[in-house]
């Protein structure tokens, strides 16, 4: 018997659908062997993702047209000295600007006409000929072409911008990336030519306009001064200044003249007084030298000669002679320094008398100036106001022009110099490999973003996926044991529960699970009652009629007496248990409850045994008995009545020991929800992969009453060991000898590629 309680693995994703109802267990955390089931069980659509996506990729890359890529290195030089502390984030933000200027649209129209694109088939799909005018919509077009290859980068903190080029002509890519700044430069060039033109002719005419008004004024000053005679500074301090200077000279004249007059009086008297005693020549001094040459020799001879020796005596002579000599000498020098104190002295006196007269004469020439120019300082004074008022006029227009000059000059200074300009550092050289295509890396991206793309597809799935597909998602999910899960049956198994594999092949996997659910059904019996089991399904094709027909077939086959009652009536002779023999003429199920009948007539005849003694006897038989009705009820509705159920299973409780009620689907109608007091038990049927949880909860929510447990029908037992969730059915082929018949193999992945089983048509099954 194959059980379906215990502890099943099935993945996270599935139980995390919804959160599990109360007395459900909580979902385990996903493990990589979660994970691993998950993309087994989608390997077909992953692998077919990434089949395709890596084909289409390859094809791409092995038809695509070379692309090759050329780089310009651009330095960009930033003429800024102010010393401001934010100098970098601002040359920053001029390299971020130029960078911007080498994306912009114009300068690629520059590009496009200056490397003449339009002519050149290498660039133009439909190249224009030489002489034929470049309208600005196909400009336009060009341009926008040409930003879609060039890409423009810089980095943070670095003066350098890169220009690529993706071009299919590798000459081309390097001439577009070497031309850019060359473009910039010449459109620099002319807009900064044209703006300095017409700033510095504006400067030009300002500066011409003040220098005339600055002449203007300047000129009426001299005027003033040449009408009223006024030197420069004239009727202000310089007049004063001179005045004073004048009249210091004057007042230093006459000073002069009082003291040479002084001096030659002094002069005259002094003669005098002056002496000669210091008087000499140079005879006398020789005399003098001589005279100490013979007093040394004659007190040398003394010491040793007496007075009267003959030397002592010619040297006294000597001495005597040479005395003489020098009175006479002596006399003569004073004579003659004496007259030569007397003429010096004479010729002093005149001098001074003679500049005595120059100073007075200078004296009088300063006082008279002095007089004539402190006149003229008065008048001057009288004249300085108006002349003061256009000193001002001028020295305002003189600082006017000299500012505008000042201003005009570091206009053009700042012009030649500022603004930020951009060479070539590194000029692009002619690639001489493609950048693209590359069918390795780009199919291993390929691959690789496929996979991805992929994983995520099927993760989305998993948890996107509302469908119910184990036992364990059934717990989790509502709280309710799984009693079976039927593989799926073809053929007249499908409407006849004689034909079933419980009967037919008891040795089948079908009949083995499906005895489990008659074992799990008799587990709910009471000892020594008659047990009513209602079977119903959340809609129509989940196959609960065979999942009843499968279990009346297997409690007959287990020796219990068992019957199915079909309230089905809406489907009537549609249904798959349909009649109980073709032509039959017994009561259907219909004149029952239309009181038409007795359950004795609805029933079978039961066999019967002639005794010896003539008596005939009815034999008890284990047979599958089905009643239902042969056409479908009109009404319905009046003719499902609780009252007249319960009489029929109160009538055949003493026959049978398993009543089955085949009921509607409980979304269909409400028949299932009154039904359910006629029933002990009632189990509800769920189809493989396509039941979803919705289905399930909106079902439970109109029973309103508690569900004994859920069977699963027609699960692919090769597709559900194949997608891992870790229960009985995963290992079914484990125990493969101990079936007979055919097992469901797993399928081949191409057998598989034709549609999944959970898509395929209901085929009627209800």
């Known amino acids: 018997m194959l059980s379906q309680s215990g502890t099943i693995n099935t993945p996270l994703l599935e139980a995390r659908l919804d959160q599990p109802v109360e007395g459900g267990s909580a979902p385990s955390s996903l493990s990589a062997r979660q994970i691993f089931k998950i993309i087994r069980r989608h390997e077909l659509l992953l692998g077919a993702i990434v089949f395709i996506i890596v084909a289409v990729v390859l094809a791409v890359q092995l038809t695509a047209t070379p692309i090759y890529e050329a780089t310009a290195t651009v330095q960009v030089e930033l003429n800024d000295d102010s010393g401001s502390p934010d100098m970098a984030a601002r040359n920053q933000q001029r390299v971020s600007n130029e960078a911007n200027i080498y994306r912009s649209r114009s300068l690629a129209e520059r590009v496009v006409q200056d490397l003449k694109l339009a002519q050149d088939p290498r660039f133009a799909s439909a190249p224009l000929p030489s002489n034929a005018i470049l309208d600005t919509q196909r400009l336009t077009r060009l341009a926008g072409r040409l930003m879609s290859m060039t890409s423009v980068s810089n980095l943070r903190d670095s003066d350098f911008v890169d220009i690529t080029v993706r ?21 620099r060039s002319e807009m900064r030519d044209d703006r300095q033109g017409k700033i510095v002719a504006q400067l030009d005419g300002e500066r011409d306009r003040l220098a005339i008004e600055a002449h203007k004024a300047e000129q009426a000053v001299a005027d003033f001064r040449r009408k009223n005679q006024m030197l420069t500074g004239a009727g202000g301090a310089e007049d004063y200044q001179q005045i004073n200077r004048i009249a210091v000279e004057a007042a230093s004249a006459a000073a002069m003249r009082a003291a040479q007059n002084a001096r030659a009086a002094v002069v ?4 005098s007084n002056i002496s000669t005693a210091g008087a ?7 005399q003098k030298r001589q005279m100490d040459d013979l007093m040394r020799t004659r007190s040398e001879m003394s010491q040793m000669l007496g007075s009267e020796h003959p030397r002592m005596r010619g040297l006294e002579a000597q001495i005597a002679e040479t005395s003489a000599n020098m009175q006479r000498e002596q006399a003569r020098v004073v004579t003659a320094a004496m007259q030569q104190a007397q003429a010096e002295a004479a010729r002093q006196a005149g001098m001074a008398r003679s500049e005595a007269a120059a100073s007075s004469s200078r004296a009088g020439q300063l006082e008279g100036t002095l007089r004539s120019i402190t006149g003229k300082a008065f008048a001057n004074t009288a004249a300085s106001v108006e002349l003061n008022a256009l000193e001002r006029n001028a020295e305002v227009a003189r600082s006017a022009f000299a500012a505008m000059s000042t201003r005009a000059q570091e206009v053009k200074a700042s ?13 692009a050289a002619v690639p001489q490999s493609p950048i693209s295509p590359r069918p390795k890396s780009a199919t291993f991206a390929a691959f690789v973003g496929s996979l991805i793309i992929g ?26 044991r799984t009693f079976a899960m039927l593989p799926e049956l073809t053929g007249d198994a499908l409407t006849s529960a004689k034909a079933n594999p419980v009967i037919q092949d008891p040795q089948s996997l079908f009949a083995e699970v499906a005895r489990g659910l008659g074992s799990e059904v008799a587990d709910l019996a009471t000892p020594g009652r008659a047990q009513t089991v209602l079977i119903t399904s959340p809609i129509t094709g989940d196959g609960k009629s065979t999942v009843t027909l499968s279990l009346l077939a297997a409690a007959v086959a287990m020796g219990r007496r068992a019957i199915v009652i079909d309230l089905d009536l809406r489907r009537g002779g549609d249904s798959t248990m349909g009649p109980a023999e073709d032509g039959d003429t017994r009561p259907d199920l219909i004149d029952y409850l239309t009181g038409a009948a007795d359950a004795r007539h609805v029933l079978p005849a039961p066999p019967a045994m002639t005794l010896g003694n003539g008596e005939v006897r009815d034999l008890v038989t284990y047979e599958p008995v089905v009643i239902s009705a042969r056409e479908p009820a009109r009404n319905p509705v009046a003719l499902m009545r609780i009252g007249r159920v319960n009489h029929l299973l109160d009538e055949l409780r003493d026959q049978y020991d398993l009543m089955i009620i085949n009921a509607p689907p409980t979304l269909a109608t409400r028949d299932s929800r009154m039904l359910m007091d006629a029933a002990d038990h009632t189990l509800l049927v769920v189809r ?9 909860r909106a079902s439970l929510q109109v029973l309103q009453r508690p569900v004994d447990g859920v069977v699963i029908n027609r699960v692919d037992y090769a597709e559900h060991a194949r997608r891992g969730y870790g229960d009985a059915v995963q290992f079914y082929m484990d125990s493969a ?7 469901p193999r797993p399928r081949r992945w191409y057998q598989r590629l034709g549609g999944f089983p959970w898509r395929r048509s209901a085929d009627g099954v209800a």
């Open 167 to 187: 071009s299919s002509s590798p000459e081309l890519a390097s001439e577009i990336a070497n031309q850019y700044p060359v473009s910039l430069a010449a459109y």
């Open 415 to 427: 012009l030649a110099a500022s603004g930020i300009h951009s060479r070539l550092m590194s000029p």
């Open 688 to 696: 493989w992969g396509r039941t979803t949880i919705e289905q399930v």
């Open 280 to 286: 000499t020549s140079p005879l006398l001094d020789q």
């Open 268 to 271: 005259t008297s002094a003669v």
């Open 737 to 743: 000898e101990y079936f007979e018949g055919d097992l």
């Open 455 to 480: 994983l995520v597809i099927v993760f989305g799935i998993e948890l996107t996926d509302n469908r119910l597909w184990s036992a364990e998602q059934i717990y989790n999910q509502f709280g309710l």
